[in-house]
């Protein structure tokens, strides 16, 4: 964000390149998944990308 920038700018031009993937887990599936990945030392996020990408590659693949 540059000084010249408001707070809404930033946001509405991240919405433009961003888009939002959200769900909703029971307490203990996402605990389990928080202690795996942090035993990994790897992010929802960065795991949820590269599974994104896993089934990208695997889906086009039999296209």
Known sequence: ????????????????????????LDPETAERLDRILSQRGETRVSWLRRKIAEEIEETDGQG
């Open 1 to 24: 964000m540059t000084k010249t920038e408001t707070r809404a700018e930033y946001f509405r031009k991240r919405r433009e390149n961003r888009r939002t993937f959200s769900v909703l």
